[in-house]
T-cell receptor
């Protein structure tokens, strides 16, 4: 079965600084990879997804992620963070042909003024 | 589309009482998932349905929990009897089978058992 590790529980960055959130997955075949964002008191919202093709994928709110098979990683990036980006971010991995998706433990992002 | 609709948004109940959480998936989605989120355990998959049929309920914590999906537009998660350790946020999500296009989540039900 697939699994996901998000090594960073909590990250603090200054507004305007760049951001990278780490995600490592474990899966024997080609994974389907996702990043979700959860604002306080809200459900999870899909930021972006990777199935195949170009390994750099663009998402909503200015986020992007890069799939690196050799490193089993799917890190999320944003060049300039806004205060409204403060939230919890979840990486998830799914398998082709089924809907069983596994979520990481999440990374909480704090944005300093 | 109104998205995935969950009710109630908040529920406070006394230990031992029955609790029923409700979910309406997005029209046309045929897979539905129930998750529980706590600080200690993060996001846990409880059960999921494909075409109204339960596929994997291995995440249901114990017999006090049960879930049904009587039709494509409605699902319930029931806890009977409820216990304080059931306090959590319960999310419902839906998607289309096979495409793995990502889930659409509801806003959740915050359950507090006192």
């Amino acid at each position: 079965a697939q699994s996901v590790t998000q090594p960073d529980i909590h990250i603090t960055v200054s507004e305007g600084a760049s951001l990278e959130l780490r995600c490592n997955y474990s899966y024997g075949a080609t994974p389907y990879l996702f990043w979700y964002v959860q604002s306080p008191g809200q459900g999870l919202q899909l930021l972006l997804k990777y199935f195949s093709g170009d390994t750099l994928v663009q998402g909503i709110k200015g986020f992007e992620a890069e799939f690196k098979r050799s490193q089993s990683s799917f890190n999320l990036r944003k060049p300039s963070v806004h205060w409204s980006d403060a939230a919890e971010y979840f990486c998830a991995v799914g398998a082709a042909g089924n809907n069983d998706m596994r979520f990481g433990a999440g990374t909480r992002l704090t944005v300093k003024p | 589309d109104a998205g995935v609709i969950q009710s109630p948004r908040h529920e406070v109940t006394e230990m031992g009482q029955e609790v029923t959480l409700r979910c309406k998936p997005i029209s046309g989605h045929n897979s539905l998932f129930w998750y529980r989120q706590t600080m200690m355990r993060g996001l846990e998959l409880l059960i999921y349905f494909n075409n109204n049929v339960p596929i994997d309920d291995s995440g249901m914590p114990e017999d006090r929990f049960s879930a049904k999906m009587p039709n494509a537009s409605f699902s319930t998660l029931k806890i009977q009897p409820s216990e304080p350790r059931d306090s959590a946020v319960y999310f419902c999500a839906s998607t289309s089978t096979g495409g793995n296009y990502g889930y659409t989540f509801g806003s959740g039900t915050r359950l507090t058992v006192v």
